[in-house]
Every structure is written in structure tokens, then in C-alpha cells.
């Protein structure tokens, strides 16, 4: 329960702009087994917004192309669909950018 809590509770620290208090908390259950592909959806969207934030865009790339195979599953999830969809659009974005 203290991985879902610590990947839930990281997007608090995301929406305040507090990206790196985001990495430390993700990365306090990166090694934990989580529970279900819901929650390892939630922690590589969750973990890819706040390396973004950070600036830490090739670390954010990594990981999303990594994790591309189980955001793919989600990406027409109701529950899911939204925040998968933010993901990809900022990666998207990022290409126009670079």
C-alpha cells in the first residue's frame, strides 16, 4: 500500500511544480514490486511528468519508450485515456521542439 500511496501522492508534488520532491517519491518504490499495470501506469506517467518538469528530458525519454508498450494499453481507457494522452502529446511536442 505505501507504493500506491507514494505514486498517488506524487502528483500533489507535480501539480505544485515540485517536480524533484516528485522524483524522490517515485523513485522511493522504484524498485518495489507495485501492484497491477494500473499502478506502473500511474508511476511511468507520474515519473515521466516530473523528470520533464525537471528538465530532465532524456531521463523522461527513456522512460517512456520503455513504458510505451503498457501506456499503448491504456491509451483508449476511459479511466486512463486522458493522462496517457498528455503524455503523448508532450513527447510530441518535444520532437517539434528539439
Excluded at 497491477?36 to 500511474?42: P, R, T, Y
Excluded at 506517467?45 to 513504458?67: P, R
Aim: aromatic share 10%; net charge positive; hydrophobic share 40%.
Amino acid at each position: 500500500l505505501s507504493g500506491l500511496l507514494r505514486v498517488n501522492g506524487s502528483v500533489a508534488y507535480i501539480k505544485l511544480g515540485r517536480f524533484e520532491e516528485a522524483i524522490v517519491c517515485l523513485n522511493e518504490v522504484k524498485n518495489q514490486k507495485l501492484l497491477g499495470k494500473q499502478v506502473n501506469l500511474v508511476y511511468a506517467i507520474n515519473m515521466c511528468m516530473a523528470l520533464l518538469g525537471a528538465g530532465k528530458v532524456q531521463e523522461a525519454t527513456d522512460l517512456f519508450e520503455q513504458s510505451e508498450g503498457l501506456l499503448k494499453q491504456f491509451r483508449e481507457d476511459v479511466q486512463y485515456r486522458e493522462a496517457v494522452n498528455s503524455l503523448y502529446y508532450e513527447f510530441e511536442r518535444l520532437k517539434t521542439i528539439r
